[in-house]
């Protein structure tokens, strides 16, 4: 059994990044499942391969309509938006590849329900299909995805050409965008109205859970703190990640609840860190845009008892887009504190380097999609040398975010990064877990002075 012609997925060759979106070909995805399935640290809490197959309608009349440019530009920005989610939905390591044409193949090693992973290719598929801004007018992509879970042992080959199988069915169905692998029953789930009522109550159920992306210094591989990252432990679906959380959140008009809950957890239970250790918390659209935001959140910091010249607030280029002279102004409100702000995400879409100028920043957090390839490209590594030596004329500190081996270690420090957070040091973990972290850190610390 063969996938359709224009559903079979084509790889790069192994290694070799994707020269316009910058992520790997499909050989990477081999590789990565079989390391999972080989790591003798991972193997006794292997959770269970999930996979998607994303594939974008409609791109050769965009290039016709558009110009070629305009669709590679789509490409580029479908493949942040990916990452982007992926980073916030997703616990356990995960792998985006480019297949070739419109599509995309998205592996995780995800302990989660069939539910679940619907729920994510769901979100995904709105996330995409919202407008992307090109110089010649507005694009509006329509996604169909394939998913599947793998069985135990089953190949990559086996998994893609079920995926691709079910892909070239959702093309046939008129209005599905979402199929299972070989036919398997689509999950009755949930429905948004419901999902929005569920989010209502969640707060005073204590269903939102916040973990913690620990943080180190490049120099000396120290903790400095670490990420407020959200979760909600839905009680049917599961664990659902920061990117859906939102995304129903911001449906059902209460994103400001949500954020100002999620504020409060962190900061309460950052209060008994140990030493100098910060705390990062995202701060969204609607937060900017409300109207007394600035008094609410220092009323939190001031309750928590947590030392606001240890917070990091952590806005986004989106975050931004509606009115930078309000976020420019809450920004120096917050600063006026002892509040440092950090540009998240920087190097995903379409960086605005105005923003550099009228805000009022301390860092820049550089986007995953930035660190990827710079042990393999030189290319990647010009880009983010440009990057360091702007941020140190303009007094900022880099932060690397995404470090999954120590090859991007070893250069995001030769470069002149000053931190980094990702998966080769530590995953998101419970408060609890990031307090024993802490402690440690601090023995050694101590251990280490007492021995000079």
């Not at 992307?132 to 998994?159: K, N």
């Not at 599905?176 to 005073?204: F, K, M, N």
């Not at 190097?347 to 920043?361: D, E, H, M, Q, T």
């Not at 270690?409 to 408060?431: D, I, K, T």
Request: with cysteine; proline share 4%; hydrophobic share 45%.
């Amino acid at each position: 059994m063969g996938v359709k012609p224009h559903d079979k997925v084509h790889s790069h060759p192994k290694g070799i990044a994707d020269r316009l979106t910058g992520i790997p070909g499909l050989e990477a995805v081999y590789d990565r499942i079989a390391a999972w399935r080989e790591d003798p640290v991972l193997m006794p809490h292997m959770a269970h391969v999930h996979a998607m197959l994303l594939s974008l309608r409609r791109l050769d009349a965009i290039n016709m309509a558009y110009g070629a440019a305009a669709g590679d530009g789509a490409l580029e920005e479908v493949a942040a938006r990916i990452s982007h989610f992926a980073e916030e939905e997703l616990d356990g390591p995960w792998l985006l590849a480019r297949a070739g044409g419109g599509s995309f193949v998205l592996v995780a090693n995800e302990a989660c329900s069939r539910e679940r992973w619907q729920l994510v290719a769901d979100q995904l598929a709105d996330m995409i299909a919202r407008p992307i801004p090109v110089s010649s007018g507005i694009l509006r992509l329509s996604p169909r995805i394939a998913l599947i879970r793998a069985l135990t042992g089953e190949s990559v080959e086996s998994m893609l050409d079920r995926l691709g199988h079910a892909l070239g069915d959702a093309h046939e169905q008129h209005g599905a965008r979402l199929a299972w692998a070989d036919g398997e029953v689509t999950p009755p789930g949930r429905s948004a109205q419901q999902l929005e009522a569920d989010l209502l109550v969640a707060i005073d159920r204590d269903e939102i859970e916040v973990l913690f992306q620990p943080q180190f210094d490049l120099g000396d591989d120290s903790l400095t703190g670490a990420e407020a990252l959200a979760r909600w432990n839905h009680p049917e679906l599961g664990r659902i990640g920061a990117g859906a959380l939102f995304a129903i959140a911001e449906r059902a008009d209460h994103v400001g609840p949500l954020s100002r809950h999620i504020a409060r957890k962190a900061m309460w239970a950052a209060k008994g860190w140990p030493g100098s250790l910060r705390l990062s918390i995202n701060v969204t659209a609607a937060d900017l845009a409300f109207g007394s935001y600035t008094r609410q959140m220092l009323d939190l910091v001031r309750e928590s008892g947590f030392p606001p010249r240890r917070l990091t607030l952590e806005v986004t280029e989106q975050t931004l887009i509606g009115d930078i002279t309000l976020a420019a102004q809450t920004m120096a409100e917050f600063s006026a504190q002892g509040i440092r702000i950090a540009l998240d995400d920087f190097g995903a879409g379409f960086c605005n380097f105005r923003y550099l100028k009228v805000l009022p920043i301390h860092y820049l957090k550089l986007d995953r999609s930035m660190i990827d390839g710079i042990t393999t490209d030189r290319r990647d590594v010009a880009v983010l040398r440009a990057i360091v030596a702007m941020a140190r004329a303009l007094d900022l500190q880099v932060i690397a975010e995404g470090i999954e081996d120590e090859g991007q270690r070893e250069v995001a420090a030769r470069e002149g990064c000053a931190y980094f957070q990702g998966f080769l040091r530590a995953q998101p973990m419970s408060a609890a877990m990031f307090a024993k972290l802490a402690r440690v850190e601090e023995d050694v610390e101590v251990d280490a002075g007492r021995g000079a």
